[in-house]
């Protein structure tokens, strides 16, 4: 009978340790929200910045408290978000005064002036422009390249969000401050998930204990059997046998399969090596600022443009200066080390030495206005989810091959250019109902890009 049990100990750990793992596993998968359910909304930050737009920003239609014209509000919410959202907030003081109620204060007549330069209003003497200028702490607004109609239609849209609910815009705010939107929903995940993994860690523990006990168990059971003078030869023989670990590496099917295992690794990493070679992606290397991402386009949701000014119209998307940097560091987080980096460069007059991350050979041509500007493609196409990244990396391939299968996939925006209609009508009679994309277009022809 003993010898019996001695044998069934093994088989009841092994069948603890099934129900154990299986127990965690399905725990865990109902801890997971099903598609469509309250717990999988995403989080703003994840789901990307689109230039010009701002995920809680409500649409003016919505707001219901302008008579203005909505193709105007439309265009002033982008030029808001691009140009004025850093320092402004419509309800909020964030590093300039709250713009609601701006129209009752000041007439355009005005504010078109002040927003083209500020500064030459307060050097002029102008008195609302000393006193706001002096409130401010001498934060001098930068001057803005705007038309007066465009000014007009910000004022339009800053006049249709009066009143309404918004994310907080202040830069100081931690991304917890942020939780309005759909808080009770993420506050629900996040009590859930931490909930399950105290669940899963506590299993964890008494399965560890479990086994530790077992094996005292067999331990002592095996030390009161040895004392015992009427066990016969075959119960003795069961206790005292010890596995022969020797016989496994031995084993020559044993050491066949690790060969065979060991040649296809080495031909695998092999492969993959000449494959990768010229490529970055991945690549992510040590900033000489600790810039997050993640902190500006993300949780602050500042426009991609605001900081690369040139990324929808030039051929490349500049480094930022530092000056505009200072836009906002020179009243926020003065005294973080990383920030006095910046304000050390500006004082002995050197560009700050970022490292350059996505390189495309000079053998290529690559035209970002003609992406972002024309094609209407979002920064995050190719950078990946440049707003989630505390360190930026390289997230495509790059490669020509990653180009020509977009161009090959991606369909060209013709609506309103009269320039493709031709185009489409002799693509459409031969190609049916096949897009016309980037390379119907002549888009993977070898000159588009090696001239």
């Known amino acids: 009978m003993d010898s019996i049990r001695l044998r069934s100990l093994p088989r009841l750990f092994l069948a603890l340790l099934l129900v154990f793992v299986s127990f965690g596993y399905a725990m865990a998968q ?38 203005a014209d909505p193709a105007a509000i439309a265009a002033g919410d982008a030029l808001f978000k691009g140009n004025c959202a850093q320092c402004h907030a419509v309800n909020d003081v964030v590093v300039g005064p709250a713009l609601a109620g701006i129209t009752k204060r000041r007439p355009m007549s005005w504010i078109i002036p002040w927003i083209k330069n500020s500064s030459k209003m307060v050097a002029a003497g102008d008195e609302y422009a000393v006193k706001i200028y002096n409130q401010y702490q001498k934060q001098q607004m930068p001057s803005f390249q705007l038309s007066d109609a465009e000014i007009t239609s910000i004022i339009a849209y800053t006049t249709s969000q009066e009143g309404v609910g918004a994310v907080p815009t202040d830069l100081n705010a931690k991304s917890g401050d942020n939780a309005i939107v759909d808080g ?40 009161v059997l040895r004392g015992r003078k009427d066990l016969d030869g075959r119960d003795r023989e069961q206790m005292e046998q010890r596995f022969d670990y020797s016989r496994i590496y031995k084993s020559t099917a044993v050491r066949g399969i690790v060969g065979t295992v060991f040649v296809l690794a080495v031909l695998y990493e092999t492969i993959q090596g000449a494959m990768g070679v010229g490529l970055s992606q991945g690549y992510q290397p040590t900033q000489p600022i600790a810039f997050s991402h993640k902190l500006h386009a993300g949780e602050n949701q500042i426009n991609c443009a605001y900081c690369h000014t040139s990324v929808y119209k030039g051929k490349s998307a500049n480094i930022p200066s530092p000056n505009i940097c200072m836009n906002c560091h020179s009243q926020i987080k003065t005294e973080s080390p990383e920030i006095k980096k910046i304000y050390r460069a500006i004082e002995r007059k050197q560009p700050i030495q970022w490292v350059r991350i996505h390189n495309i050979p000079d053998l290529a041509y690559f035209n970002h206005s ?30 020509m091959g990653w180009c020509i299968n977009c161009h090959r996939e991606t369909p060209l925006n013709t609506k309103g250019n009269g320039y493709y209609d031709n185009l489409v009508k002799l693509h459409d009679a031969k190609n049916g109902a096949v897009p016309f994309t980037v390379s119907s277009n002549g888009g993977t022809e070898c000159s588009k890009c090696h001239y």
Not at 30 to 49: H, R, W
Not at 195 to 219: Q, R, W
């Open 184 to 223: 009770t929903a993420a506050a629900n995940g996040e009590a859930s998930s931490s909930s399950m993994n105290i669940l899963l860690i506590v299993l964890v523990v008494v399965l560890i204990v479990l086994v530790v006990t077992l094996v005292i168990i067999a331990n002592i059971m095996k030390d």
């Open 370 to 399: 003609q992406h972002t500007q024309v094609a209407g493609l979002e920064c995050q196409t190719c950078h990946g989810p440049i707003q989630n990244m505390e360190v930026v990396y390289q997230y495509s391939a790059l490669t």
């Open 30 to 67: 109902g801890a997971q929200p099903a598609a469509g359910e309250v717990g999988s909304s995403k989080n703003p930050s994840e789901v990307g910045v689109t230039p010009g737009t701002v995920a809680a920003a409500a649409p003016a239609a919505a707001a219901g408290t302008t008579t």
